[in-house]
């Protein structure tokens, strides 16, 4: 089994350019796009979401998916119409460009017990959004840290009205100091989309992020799991911080290609 390995473009270049360029220079199959900061719709219009698709072509690259940074909680009653608006938009967007996912971090999810405004709001919203991804094309996939796996259980459970899947990121599961690999087994089916990236729990209790390879992640279990599960959806190894982004993912994915060369 292959996997399909992608790299964010903000952490390649400043130049989108020069971005795409090295991603093709490191073979990657395809890339991750900032869809909110980085391209939109707006900047490049009919003719040149085609323009840019065709680079993409001749640099043998495909938009694996995009990314909708959001500033506050997706269910922050405080400019809600407009965050739905431009979450939609995006999603058009990403499918414009070649991908079926859209990846977002909503904030951590509410108890609906004790908040349950706020848990109605945030299933409101994504049943809407889902509804939308059956018209769109293209999948929502939230960030969790899965801290309160059974508050996750339940939302997925609420959201009927159309597909909503999981960006599972094993360091967000280690920083909500839960199991990567049970994490992984209790919610496979609705893994729609992996971000790699790797840390330690440092002295005060806090995780921070590393290259791959040099983290507690256990990737040769984690990749087995994946080959396990048929994974068919992409892996976009990620990096926030270091001095070198671009080289830190390169060597981390060469790492995992040769972990599992199957």
């Known amino acids: 089994m292959n996997f399909q390995y992608a790299l964010p473009t903000r952490c390649l270049s400043s130049n989108l350019k020069q971005a795409l360029l090295s991603a093709a220079r490191m073979q990657v199959a395809g890339i991750q796009l900032d869809v909110r900061q ?60 070649g991908s079926e996912v859209l990846t977002v971090r909503p904030g951590r999810l509410p108890d609906a017990e004790t908040r349950p405004d706020e848990w109605q709001v945030l ?21 969790l840290s899965l801290e309160f796996p059974e508050r996750a259980h339940r939302l997925f459970e609420s959201v009927t009205e159309g597909p909503l899947g ?7 599961i280690l920083a909500g100091e839960q199991r990567v690999d049970e994490m992984f087994r209790k919610f496979h089916h609705r893994v729609g989309h992996i971000r790699a990236r790797d840390g330690l729990r440092n002295i005060d209790d806090e995780v921070e992020e590393y290259p791959i390879g040099m983290g507690a992640v256990d990737w040769t279990e984690f990749l087995a799991l994946l080959h396990e599960a048929d994974y068919q959806g992409w892996i976009v190894l990620d990096r926030t911080s270091g001095e070198d982004r671009a080289r830190d993912l390169s060597i981390g994915l060469s790492y995992l290609q040769q972990l599992l060369p199957f």
Not at 79 to 89: I, K, N, P, T, V
């Open 123 to 143: 299933v409101e919203i994504l049943n809407e959004l889902a509804r939308f991804g059956n018209h769109s094309g293209v999948t929502l996939c939230l960030s």
């Open 166 to 172: 999981i960006n599972f990121d094993p360091l967000n």
């Open 38 to 97: 980085e391209l939109s719709s707006e900047q490049l219009g009919k003719t040149g979401i085609r323009d840019f698709r065709n680079r993409l072509e001749e640099l043998n690259l495909k938009v694996a998916s995009g990314a909708f940074p959001l500033r506050q909680a997706i269910y922050d009653p405080q400019w809600l119409e407009r965050r739905l608006e431009a979450l939609r938009a995006a999603m058009v967007f990403t499918y414009q460009l």
